[in-house]
Each structure stands twice: as structure tokens, then as C-alpha cells.
């Protein structure tokens, strides 16, 4: 008998229709489960080679900022996700040693949960964020690169950099259908003991099977700006962004709308 959920696996990364065998999951079907997990596992547990990446930040022309948490680990931050959002000591002195200019967005990126999103999406990614808020004329300061870090971490370094934005670029939890992808969490007026519900979440960039790093630059810079005119973000900032400007992107009409 044919199985009306299979052509609906075109529409999903999902597990449907997997079939069966007698009452189990075929072969086939229960080691692709098998290799997604150890994938997903291997996501969180590979440690991220911050310096390599620091050197590809500086070859797109940007200066990088290596700095750290608290966490020693990798088991330590599944253990500790408290360390994982505040600096280790040194390096909250190093960023109050430093000059701090007035800059409208302070750009922040960790591993997270996911080392192998970084290694795969993080360089291209930056390059479209970068692009796309140098074009929209917005201040940025350096690229802070932190090992181990959670979402709250954009808070302290944002406030620190005296920026009115702060924008972290972290490797999302994996899942059995995606172990590379990237989130960005943008938060105003950024300070520690800022909630949650002040943040707002683009995630899912991983092409080609997710968002695509110039919609998600393009999106990113769009929320900015209505973060920066109104004075707020989170939960009461809404994504008004007409869909069809994203079939625009690269355009010189779309970086006038945004």
C-alpha cells in the first residue's frame, strides 16, 4: 500500500515516511538517524579553532578581538551555562582599557552549541553582515570572537563597547535534521541584565537547506534600523519587512529601503 506521507518529504527535512520492517525502522532509515546524532554530538563537542578564524576575519578586512569566558571546556559550558554569558576577567579589562568610541553596532561571534556551524557558515556570513551595514552607514566596531559563549555574553561586550546595538553570531543546538546552523540575536541599549524578551532571533541560516547569508544580512540590517529609529527591541520590535524585498537582495532599490 502506498504511503500517503511520502510525498511530503520533499516539503521537509523531517523524519516522516520513514517506512518500516516488520516493526522496526528499516536499515537504511536507522543509520541515517545513527549519523545525524553523532553529528549533532560532534557539533557540541568540537572545540572551535577561534585563532584560523581570526585569521580569515583579518583577510576580509576586518579586525578581529579574541577574547574569553570563564568556561575551560567544552564539557564545562554544557555544565556552567551561566559562565558561558559573562567574560573571563582579563578579558572584561581589556575592553574597558580600550578607547571607547561611540559606535551604533558592537558585532560579537561564539560557537555556541555549534562549532561546525562557525567552521562552515561564519566567514561568508560576517562578509554579507558587514557589507550590508557598511552600506546601510553604520558604525561598527571590532569583530569580538569568544569561544564557549551564550547570548546573554552580547550584553556585557555591547555594553562594554559603549554600542547602541549589540548583534551576536552563535552556533545554534543541533538537531537531527541540522547540526550547522547559525542564529543571530540582536538586542538595544545592550547591558548586563538584559532579558530574553528584549532579543530578536533570525535563525536557521545554512544554505542551502536554511536561510541564505545575504537574506540574513539583509533582514539583520532591517531590524537594526527600526531597533534604532523606535529605541527598542525584542518581543515589541515586529518584522515588518515586506517579503518580497528579499527577492531584491543585492539590489541598490533594496539598500535604499532599508
Known sequence: MNDPWISLRQFTQARIAQGRAGCSLPTAALLEFQLAHAAARDAVHQVWDVVTFAEGLESLDLEPLVLATPVASRAQYLQRPDWG???ALASREHLMARSRPSIDVALIVSNGLSSAALDTHGLPLLSAIVAAYRAAKLRLGPVCLVPNGRVALADEIGGLLNARLAVI???ERPGLSAA???GIYLTYAPQVGNT???RNCISNIRPPAGL?????????VYLSKQALQLGFSGVAL???MPAQWLTEIGSAEL???L
Open 85 to 87: 554569558r559573562c567574560l
Open 169 to 171: 553570531i552563535v552556533g
Open 180 to 182: 550547522d546552523s547559525l
Open 196 to 198: 530574553d524578551a528584549e
Open 212 to 220: 541564505s547569508y545575504s537574506a540574513a544580512a539583509a533582514k539583520l
Open 238 to 240: 515586529k518584522d515588518d
Open 255 to 257: 539598500l535604499n529601503k
